[in-house]
């Protein structure tokens, strides 16, 4: 079992539906990130939380330390937010300093 | 621009050679972190340095190995290449050792033939 879990791992939606993408973790984490990669390969970082609650723009991140589980929230979503969304979490101890990463959700907006 | 520079962005090489990849953190940050994303893997992570010295090792092979320099730039060396080393290649920076944000450069794209 992976230790970083996202779902759904892909998404098509209309322009301007609401969008849910999830990902739960199995290990003690300090921070966790979401990641956006657009279809060149670019990786933009989207978010660091370690707990509540985050806004820029039309994207929030929520995260549950108690439930293990953070998700990303895109409001009035457009073609342009067509990307891989990328769950990562950092860990404590001997890990830290370093992402574990979920293996992505690949998000489709259609107009 | 995200103020973390790669280079070179495509590199087309044969088995068995050697190659380097170069990253220039943001300006003020002092750790760099590289990572490798394969088709099959997802990304992983290789290594961090922190002001010069390394600070943590993930899942990186014996044939590669990366060092941080006084300017702070980092490179990450790769030999005795396999076609499974075909990879993009990230790397990362932050200000501190394991606070703040990380910026990602846009990657170097190795293909092994």
């Known amino acids: 079992k992976n230790e970083v879990e996202q779902s759904p791992q892909n998404l098509t939606a209309q322009e301007g539906e609401f969008i849910t993408i999830n990902c739960s973790y199995s290990v003690g984490i300090s921070a966790l990130h979401w990641l956006q990669q657009h279809p060149g390969g670019g990786i933009v970082s989207l978010f660091m939380l370690s707990s509540g609650k985050k806004k820029h723009g039309r994207l929030i991140a929520t995260i549950n330390i108690q439930e293990k589980h953070s998700s990303l929230h895109i409001t009035a979503s457009h073609p342009r937010d067509s990307a891989v969304y990328i769950c990562?979490?950092?860990?404590?101890?001997?890990?830290?300093?370093?992402?574990?990463f979920g293996k992505g959700t690949k998000l489709s907006v259609k107009p | 621009d995200s103020g973390v520079t790669q280079t070179p962005k495509h590199l087309i090489t044969a088995t068995g050679q050697r190659v380097t990849l170069r990253c220039s953190p943001r300006s003020g940050d002092l750790s760099v972190y590289w990572y490798q994303q394969s088709l099959d893997q997802g990304l992983q992570f290789l290594i961090q340095y922190y002001n010069g010295e390394e600070r943590a090792k993930g899942n990186i092979l014996e044939r590669f190995s990366a060092q941080q320099f006084p300017d702070l730039h980092s490179e990450l060396n790769l030999s005795s290449l396999e076609l499974g080393d075909s990879a993009l290649y990230f790397c990362a920076s932050s200000a501190g050792g394991h606070i703040g944000g990380y910026t990602f450069g846009s990657g170097t794209r190795l293909t092994v033939v």
């Open positions: 990562a979490v950092r860990g404590y101890g001997g890990s830290q300093g370093n992402l574990i």
